[in-house]
C-alpha cells in the first residue's frame, strides 16, 4: 500500500506535467510557426519479487515471473514539424515555408538562430530583419526609395522590388533567400521568441536554395499558422484530468486501506 501511494503520486506528476504541455500548445495556437509539443513519458524501475524462467521443479520453470511497477515518469517532450496551415495575410514582407527548411537568423551577439515564423519586418536601413530586430541571413536590403507593395519574393527565394528612381517598369534583384534543414530537426532547442538553436542531437545546419534538395518553397505574402490541434488538445487535456484523478483515487484507497488497518488493533 505504501508501494501504491507513491505510484499513484509519479502519476499525478507526470499528468501535471501533461497538462502543462497542452496548456504551452494551447497558448500558442494563433503563434505564426508554432510546432507543438508532444509529452512522452516511461514507466519506472520495477521490483522483481519472483524471475521468469526460475526453476519450480526438476523438469519445469516458472513461466511468469512478478514484478511491481512504481509509477511513471517525463522520459521527452518531443516538438512536431509537421506543416501548418498558410494564410494568406497580403504583407509584402511575410513569407511562408510550404515544405522542409528553416529561415536562419542573426542574434544580437553575432550567433545563429533558426526559425520557421517568416513575419519579417524592413528596419530603418531597409534591412530584412524579425518582429525583434534580428537579421534575416543572408542580408536581404532594400534600396532607397523602393516602393513597399512591388516587393515580389519567387518559390526559389529570389527578392525584387521596383525603385521609381532607377525604374519603375523593371524590378531591382535585392538578394536571395536561403534555408537550412537539419538531419533530426526534433533535436533542435527552443530558446523563445520562434527561435530554434542548434544542439549535437539536432545536427549541423544543411544549406540550400528554397525549392531544390528537398527544401520548402517560399510562399510569398503567406505566413506558416501554427499546427496546433485545438480538437485534439481538448480531447488530450480531459484524457489527462481524467487520468490526474485516476491517480489520486489510487492514492486516496490506498490512504483508507491504511487506515482500515491501523483500527484493526482497537
Known amino acids: 500500500m505504501v508501494r501504491s501511494l507513491w505510484t499513484g503520486a509519479s502519476g499525478m506528476i507526470g499528468q501535471q506535467a501533461n ?15 508554432f510546432k507543438k509539443v508532444r509529452a512522452d513519458f516511461e514507466d519506472l524501475l520495477y521490483q522483481t519479487v519472483k524471475t521468469a524462467g526460475t526453476p519450480a521443479t526438476e523438469d519445469t520453470v516458472v513461466p511468469v515471473g512478478v514484478q511491481m511497477g512504481h509509477g511513471v515518469k517525463l522520459a521527452a517532450t518531443q516538438r512536431m514539424f509537421t506543416q501548418g496551415a498558410l494564410q ?3 504583407n509584402a514582407y511575410d513569407m511562408a515555408i510550404q515544405g522542409d527548411g528553416f529561415f536562419r537568423i542573426q542574434m544580437y551577439d553575432g550567433s545563429w538562430s533558426y526559425t520557421r515564423d517568416g513575419s519579417f519586418k524592413v528596419d530603418e536601413n531597409g534591412r530584412l530583419v524579425t ?4 537579421w534575416v541571413l543572408p542580408d536581404i536590403i532594400m534600396p532607397e526609395g523602393f516602393l513597399p507593395e512591388t516587393i ?18 523593371e524590378p531591382v534583384d535585392v538578394g536571395q533567400i536561403e ?28 544549406p540550400g536554395r528554397p525549392g531544390y534538395e528537398g527544401m520548402g518553397q517560399i510562399a510569398h ?11 485534439r488538445e481538448m480531447v488530450d487535456l480531459i484524457v489527462a484530468q481524467r487520468a490526474y484523478e485516476f491517480n489520486s ?18
Open 19 to 33: 497538462i502543462d504541455n497542452i496548456s504551452n500548445n494551447l497558448a500558442n495556437v494563433n503563434t505564426a510557426g
Open 221 to 231: 505574402k503567406f505566413l506558416e499558422m501554427s499546427n496546433v490541434s485545438v480538437v
Open 88 to 90: 494568406n495575410t497580403d
Open 131 to 134: 518582429s525583434n530586430g534580428y
Open 249 to 266: 483515487k489510487t492514492i486516496q484507497t490506498s490512504d483508507n486501506m491504511l487506515g482500515t488497518a491501523t483500527a484493526l488493533k482497537r
Open 152 to 169: 515580389n519574393v519567387t518559390k526559389d527565394g529570389r527578392v525584387s522590388v521596383k525603385v521609381p528612381q532607377i525604374d519603375l517598369n
Open 179 to 206: 534555408l537550412y534543414r537539419f538531419p533530426n530537426p526534433v533535436g533542435l532547442t527552443a530558446v523563445g521568441e520562434n527561435l530554434f538553436k542548434i544542439t549535437n542531437a539536432s545536427g549541423e545546419p544543411i
